[in-house]
């Protein structure tokens, strides 16, 4: 079955720091691939997607992600991050004949001032 | 924009108890989704929809039931609350597979 594998767990961070959270997941083949970001006590929001065209993809918030299918990762990047982006982040893929999302196990960011 | 909405953000129930958590989306989706998030585990599937009166297992189903009546309320019961059921209960709908899932705020159900 897909499974995805995020690296870090906890990140801790100076604002002006730049960013890059591993993900991975299982199976080739056509993908979409998703990360997703949960600010402390809000509901979880998008933060950008890749479906197919060019690897390199620009959420919100400054945020970019690659997708490459060589190495079945899609890194999520911010060159600089701020107090604010504090958050739990998620990636996912799609997977299934139903298309359900399957979830990584999550990276908690925190940005120090 | 949409609009997913969880009727409790908190909820304490007692062990053995029937508990409803109810979820409504205002967008006309199709699809709906009950995920539960424990730390470290990431989102778990519980049970989904594809359609009115329609339901399908995710990868963690013992224990729950759904139901799924109306097209934009999406119901997940626990028949007999266990204590390993507190959790974060999250909510989400799409209205096309190639859609992101749009997700509410949670409820934080505790079993005592």
């Known amino acids: 079955a897909q499974s995805v594998s995020q690296h870090n767990h906890h990140v801790i961070l100076s604002e002006a720091a730049s960013l890059e959270l591993g993900c991975n997941y299982s199976?080739?083949?056509?993908?979409?691939l998703f990360w997703y970001v949960q600010y402390p006590g809000q509901h979880l929001q998008l933060l950008l997607k890749?479906?197919?065209?060019?690897?390199l993809v620009k959420g919100i918030k400054g945020f970019e992600a690659e997708f490459i299918k060589s190495k079945f990762s899609f890194n999520l990047r911010k060159p600089s991050v701020q107090w604010s982006d504090t958050a739990e982040y998620f990636c996912?893929?799609?997977?299934?004949?139903?298309?359900?999302?399957?979830f990584g196990a999550g990276t908690r960011l925190a940005v120090h001032p | 924009d949409v609009k997913v909405t969880q009727s409790s953000r908190y909820l304490v129930k007692r062990t053995g108890e029937k508990v409803f958590l109810e979820c409504v989306q205002d967008?006309?989706?199709?699809?709906m989704f009950w995920y539960r998030q424990d730390p470290g585990l990431g989102l778990r599937l519980i049970y989904f929809?594809?359609?009115?009166?329609?339901?399908e297992k995710g990868d963690i189903p013992e224990g729950y039931s759904v139901s799924r009546e109306k097209k934009e309320r999406f119901s997940l019961i626990l028949e007999s609350a266990s204590t390993n059921q507190t959790s974060m209960y999250l909510c989400?709908?799409?209205?096309?597979?190639?859609?992101?899932?749009?997700f509410g705020d949670g409820t934080r159900l505790s079993i005592l």
């Open positions: 989400a709908s799409r209205n096309t597979p190639n859609q992101p899932q749009h």
């Open positions: 199976y080739g083949g056509t993908v979409n």
């Open positions: 890749y479906f197919s065209g060019d690897p």
């Open positions: 996912a893929v799609v997977s299934g004949g139903y298309n359900k999302l399957i």
């Open positions: 967008m006309d989706h199709e699809n």
């Open positions: 929809s594809y359609d009115v009166k329609m339901k």
